[in-house]
């Protein structure tokens, strides 16, 4: 179940490592019925989930040369209202700070600014087209079918889901997300 948590932001030293790792975590109460759902989805594809063109690899990877690999993740239960928002990346120790900062800058950018209607016209296609390319393949179309077992329900919830994202709005995306991503809440382990 969903629990809310005093967020922290801690360092835990680790010397003899020659490399770092960079991990946030923010617990939502959200679960994949919910109407903010599909636009967490693709608003975290287009942050750091889906490609490697997205607002954390473009800054911290490819322009400022930060880490070896960053990302985020968001999730949504399908029996509770339990998920989170989580973001990583790999660094050398002398990076954190300004990595930190990075990771910071294009959340804070995100909830100010939001997204732009191209960035979400390229993330529709990309994520429509990889889970049909998914469904291709057996061994995910029988854990989408098993999965869909044990939450009983059937392919109807991925075909209105893919309509719902296909549908989504620049408005219904920057609103969701500024709803549930709050820099205030994440906490910061590196």
């Known amino acids: 179940p969903y ?63 930060l880490s070896y690999g960053v990302g985020s993740q968001f999730s949504a239960d399908a029996l509770d209202k339990s998920g989170g928002f989580t973001a990583y990346a790999i660094y050398a120790p002398e990076n954190r700070d300004k990595l930190e900062k990075a990771f910071k800058e294009e959340i804070e950018k995100v909830i100010k600014d939001g997204f732009t209607k191209q960035e ?11 889970r049909t390319v998914n469904r291709a393949q057996d061994q995910m179309l029988v854990g989408a079918l098993n999965s869909n077992l044990f939450i009983n329900r059937d392919m109807s919830y991925t075909e209105d889901f893919e309509k719902k994202v296909q549908n ?7 609103q969701a997300f500024r709803k549930h991503i709050s820099l205030d809440k994440i906490s910061i382990i590196k």
């Open 3 to 65: 629990i809310e948590i005093k967020p922290v932001d801690e360092n835990i030293n680790t010397p003899d490592k020659a490399n770092a790792m960079f991990f946030a975590s923010l617990p939502l109460q959200i679960n994949d019925s919910h109407p903010d759902y599909p636009a967490m989805v693709i608003g975290n594809f287009m942050l750091g989930g889906g490609f490697l063109n997205s607002r954390l690899a473009t800054r911290i990877r490819q322009k400022e040369g």
């Open 168 to 174: 989504l709005k620049v408005s219904d995306l920057n």
């Open 120 to 130: 979400l016209a390229d993330a529709k296609s990309g994520y429509l087209q990889s």
